[in-house]
């Protein structure tokens, strides 16, 4: 069977998916590298697949992962390939996934012991890898709180390495009620703030139960008032001559804390 075109109607939907608007009305989004679809199929969340021919090989696993997990597997030109990704080099191979996201209080179910809370997050690489970071803690959950990035764009999926397919995602459009929630299900609400009246490197005692972390904007931080909502805020001590943190480093250096802190309570 001939390779399927960019002209092919399966195609010409999936592309449209590139588009936030594609993707809420139809609640599928594309998650492309070898690796990312490795991890959707785990997760049973495949819709269809698409593949160039000439990725055939090394994609080996993946297919037979998904003719044994019964998705659709379809080979693709090189034009198709091409617009199917918002990458400048292609991987070859393009899941069709239904989206991850869930209800707020499915994400909270069961008292969470850690919770990464991007708030007002735009930009996608970073969104990402806050969530790859949260996978790699054990975090019980990343909320994104305000108006965020969607995190099944292209770029936040790739940031993720995966980790956007292991762990819960849920949206918040209210900071306000996203917080209540988090409170409700037994979170001590910590936000990062140069001027935190605590410092991290004392924080152990705090650190040890139930926290959500609030990181702010990339370029403003948190707005006064949602750092005022916390519980405390945190400063990272910093040593040398950095001005700052990008919000990536802030948010790992946070989240490890919180999780060895934790690791030693349960083992005392």
């Known amino acids: ?16 998916l590139l588009r936030a ?9 594309l998650a492309e590298g070898t690796n990312s679809v490795s991890e959707a199929l785990d997760a049973g969340v495949v819709h269809e697949l698409f593949f160039r021919e000439d990725s055939a090989e090394r994609n080996g696993a993946v297919l037979d992962l998904a003719r044994t997990s019964g998705v659709r597997s379809h080979a693709i030109t090189e034009r198709a390939a091409k617009g199917l990704s918002d990458t ?5 191979i393009i899941a069709v996934c239904r989206t991850i996201d869930v209800a707020l209080e499915t994400a909270l179910g ?3 012991q850690l919770v990464a809370v991007p708030v007002e997050v735009s930009e996608p690489g970073n969104a990402g890898t806050v969530i ?15 108006d965020a990035v969607d995190p099944h764009n292209g770029k936040c999926v ?3 390495a ?30 990062t703030a140069a001027d935190g009246e605590v410092d991290l490197d004392d924080a152990d005692e705090l650190l040890s139960g139930p926290t959500a972390w609030l990181f702010g904007n990339e370029a403003h931080g948190l707005q006064p008032g949602v750092a005022a909502a916390a519980d405390h805020r945190v400063r990272i001590p910093i040593h040398g001559r950095a001005e700052s943190l990008n919000l990536a480093t802030a948010a790992a250096i946070c989240l490890y804390s919180s999780a060895r802190a934790q690791r030693r309570s349960r083992r005392n």
């Open 1 to 16: 069977m001939d390779p399927l075109t960019e002209r092919t109607p399966r195609v010409v939907s999936a592309v449209k």
């Open 21 to 29: 608007a594609e993707r809420r009305k139809t609640g599928l989004f």
């Open 88 to 92: 400048v080099t292609p991987p070859g």
């Open 110 to 112: 069961g008292t969470p």
């Open 132 to 146: 790859r970071v949260a996978d790699a803690v054990g975090a019980d959950a990343v909320v994104l709180l305000g």
């Open 158 to 160: 790739r940031a993720s």
């Open 162 to 191: 995966g980790s956007i397919f292991h762990l819960p995602i849920a949206r918040e459009r209210s900071v306000e009620s996203g917080i209540d929630a988090l409170r409700r299900a037994g979170a001590t609400i910590l936000a």
